[in-house]
């Protein structure tokens, strides 16, 4: 059996019976329709779009016309919508159920978020315009930028992240700025949590750091005694994230952003469970000098399949001097774009991609804060917190809680309640999908053995919860009695049974070629 | 509040069944000293149509693109949509779905990235592509650390003519790794700077073709130049659709296409969200130090063909402080528009847009360029060209959006205290006859 590195198979033991359908002649199945590739569907003749003809002027291309066809497979209309519309059915999507992916925060996507993000007056607007022509633009990025900072209590953000990971790189850049301002170059080590996101130390390297673990205490904390054990005055920081990937807030908080503060480090606070707090507790509160907030979770931009997201990261005063540009500002009644580092008052780290952000991205957030308010937004977390609490409680007798206590927006599991029943959390997690509902996270936190972490958002119902929970506590209770079998061979009722990763990854297909298709058929 | 299901009855029941008497206790974790009493000093909950009201108001102070004659390009471009496109993103299948991490649920989203790949890496020319990056200038900054990973060498060599925001970005994810960058001077047109600056210990050079005046660059003497000290070639785009009508960077000997897709299937958006796109030969080297997502082909337990998201012992996930990239989100929706309007088009589309985008760029050119004191300083370019003004292009621009005319980037707006007489204009399929003449009529009378 194929293994990754987190532990989770990556493909089916052998002698599995998946059960299987009698095969039609179509491959399709009803309305679970099979759909070939463009490439199989379409040729170079069809077009789906009606172009004038050129006027054959005469070229000014200096000779590099293109010589060759590309090869691009061209549909009619009818046909790209019935290709796309059958595609679609074979995903899952918040739409359709719970989606209670940990620490992702798969909550309702409401669509005047949508509807607003498409006004012409926002979404047919050139980033380079003249100042002139796009005040309103401006000043609806100066209007998210002052939800934020409230909200977060912090005197500072840079709205030009482009995700999660592009904003905890703005953070520890400007972390790095700092500590170089201030002479302490001898600063390179930064403190992470065992249970952090992968892209807490994937960063802290991409600015030059070095990573240390921190290991976990016995419930599901930052140890204490390690963590002070590990501060020295070549810290530059840590990268905490909280409430933690575990689903539980750092009670020791203040005192680890007062530790590292006096050890001469600034703290990095992952925001990506901010959907937690948000409304009743600031982060600026708890010593926080730098914190991205995914506007895609907590602020119910839609996740579209991978993106795209967007990832303001809020600065303290010490770090503040150090934004990236572009930023923009008041002067009277007029905004305008700070665009390079020679007009900025403070000392940029630089500019982390073309243009200004995301700014589809800040129109759906924003229009989701002024739906909630200051106490649509208390109660976003507070529900969000409730939600998961309830699964908890309704699950800790058939499954197995990581850690005891209360939970925060998420409840984690570990896999001791499948010990000996031949299920594995990815077995367990295959057979949720034949119920129709998408898995939990799996494997992660990593400090948690077989982890299963469900983050249902304040978004689904009390009904909602309940079937789910129904649902959860049959399984439970089919793989203790030994029925291990429909867990071995889930899933059976998705568009396709278990994928072999192992096979693509061994022999990697990243792409369709003219004699692939025959290729495969061969084996 | 429209979007939280609870009634207090609901919470009531479910605060009894978990053992609490309130909300409160449930957030006992938090230090004393950072809960708070009551509300944040914000605005309570509004209505739909309250909401809507005062950003309708916030987007009409805006001028948009299809409001004036359009001219202004600088790495993002206005193209028409087809309305299919716009429709299928907001499937709810494909809006409301996360990353596809459980395949068997999310073979929409995965066989559509596998196309995308497909399709990006035919128009590079290139051999394998990925499921994309945030946009052109990431994954043109991505580009260069991948190749000093590839080659172990740490000298990066950018074209004067490559994008400014593209060299900044590139420079702001180097400035703490080994990699230094030079950029050459942005006044020499040729590639000849380029040429002489590449040596045994260069890693990459990054050339934009067409660059950010428009001008247009054959890469093949580069590329053997480069090849030859063992350097990799780095071609960037900011404007996709002149692979159409353009050789492409595969053909001419490029190792790494990177490059923005918005004009694709995206739309001008203030600059974001858009997409970028990345692709590269196949070579088992490059591969496995390609940043982002990959889609890939297998099959199931039945044998039947699908798809999963995979080689991610490259990404921060499995492989964190040793990671490629520490890109987690990528561009999702964006890439999915872009395949979309790709598939609309297909070769016949893409080629004829090209065509019209350069014969609208060539007549408008001339028709400027007749203007005394008006000079074309681009003698090759696709769709957009630069001019050299008697006065300063910036307030040329300014002046010319006061009487309604969007006129393109003055260069010193990229290149602050530089080039104050020379201004970026595009045209698109977009533009009409009659824009050309208005835009003729208003340049006429600022000059």
Known sequence: ?523 | MRYLPHTDTDRKAMLEAIGVASIDDLFQDVPEAARLDGLIDLPTRQGELQVERALSAMASKNISAGQAPFFVGGGAYKHHIPATVDHLIQRSEFLTAYTPYQPEISQGTLQTLFEFQTQVALLTGMDVANASMYDGSTACAEAVMMAARVTRRNKAVMAGGVHPHYVEASKTLAKYSDVKISVTDPDVADLSAVMAAIDEETACVVVQTPDVFGRLHDLRALSEAAHEKGALVIAAFTECVSLGLVESPGAMGADIAVGEGQSIGVGLNFGGPYVGLFACKDDRRFIRQMPGRLAGETVDADGRRGYVLTLSTREQHIRRDKATSNICTNSGLCSLAWTIHMTLLGERGITRLARLNHEMACALADRLSAIEGVELVTDTFFNEFTLRLPRPAAQVVDDLARIGVLGGVPASRLYPGKFEDLLIVAATETNTDGDLVAFEKALRGVL
Request: glycine fraction near 10%; aromatic fraction near 6%; hydrophobic fraction near 40%.
């Open chain 1, 1 to 523: 059996m194929g293994m990754n590195t987190q532990g989770r198979p990556t493909r089916m033991a052998e002698n599995i019976q998946t059960g299987g359908y009698a095969d039609t002649v179509s491959g399709s199945r009803g309305l679970d329709q099979a759909e070939p590739l463009i490439f199989e569907r379409g040729n170079l003749e069809h077009c789906g779009v009606d172009l004038p003809e050129p006027r054959g002027t005469a070229s000014r291309l200096g000779g590099l016309e293109r010589q060759g066809q590309i090869g691009l497979p061209g549909l009619a209309e009818p046909e790209t919508m019935r290709h796309y519309v059958r595609l679609s059915r074979k995903n899952y999507a918040i739409d359709l159920g719970l989606y209670p992916l940990g620490s992702c925060t798969m909550k309702h996507n409401p669509r005047l978020n949508e509807k607003i993000a498409r006004l012409p007056g926002f979404a047919d607007v050139h980033p380079l315009q003249p100042a002139s022509t796009v005040q309103g633009a401006y000043e609806l990025m100066g209007e998210l930028a002052h939800w934020l900072m409230t909200l977060t209590n912090m005197p500072a953000v840079a709205l030009s992240p482009k995700a999660g990971a592009h904003g905890e790189f703005c953070g520890m850049m400007a972390i790095r700025a700092k500590l170089d301002a201030d002479g302490q170059t001898h600063r390179r080590r930064v403190l992470v949590p065992e249970s952090a996101h992968g892209t807490n130390p994937a960063t802290a390297v991409q600015c030059g750091f070095v990573c240390d673990e921190i290991p976990a205490d016995k419930t599901g904390r930052v140890d204490m005694e390690a963590f002070k054990a590990k501060l020295g005055d070549d810290v530059a920081g840590i990268m905490l994230t909280n409430p933690n990937t575990c689903g539980l807030f750092e009670r020791d908080i203040r005192e680890i952003a007062d530790l590292i503060h006096a050890a001469g480090g600034y703290f990095y606070c992952d925001g990506a469970n901010f959907n937690a707090i948000v409304g009743r507790v600031r982060p600026g509160d708890l010593g926080v000098d730098a914190m991205h907030i995914n506007l895609h979770k907590t602020f119910s931009t839609p996740h579209g399949g991978g993106g795209p997201g967007s990832g303001p990261t809020v600065l303290s005063d010490a770090l503040a001097a150090f934004a990236p540009v572009p930023y923009v500002v008041k002067d009277g009644e007029t905004w305008k774009m700070v665009e390079h580092a020679a007009e900025a008052e403070g000392e940029p780290f630089g500019r982390m991609a073309a243009f200004h952000g995301q700014m589809g991205m800040f129109t759906r957030a924003l229009t989701y804060m002024m739906s909630h308010g200051s106490d649509g937004l208390k109660r976003v977390a507070e529900d969000a917190v409730l939600n998961a609490n309830y699964i908890l409680a309704r699950l800790k007798h058939v499954m197995t809680p990581a850690f005891e206590g209360s939970c925060m927006h998420e409840a984690l599991f570990d896999d001791r309640f499948l010990k000996d029943t031949g299920v594995s959390t990815l077995d367990f997690a295959k057979a949720m999908i034949d119920e129709g509902y998408h898995p939990m996270t799996m494997y992660f936190p990593l400090v948690v053995h077989g982890a299963m972490l469900i983050e249902p958002t304040e978004t689904e119902s009390k009904g909602g919860l309940d079937r789910f929970v129904d649902v959860l506590e049959a399984l439970a209770m089919a793989a203790k009695s030994g029925e291990s079998e429909r867990f071995l061979a889930a899933p059976v009722h998705a568009p396709t049974k278990r994928l072999d990763e192992t096979r693509a990854a061994r022999q990697p297909v990243l792409r369709w070629a003219p004699d692939s298709g025959e290729a495969a058929a061969a084996e």
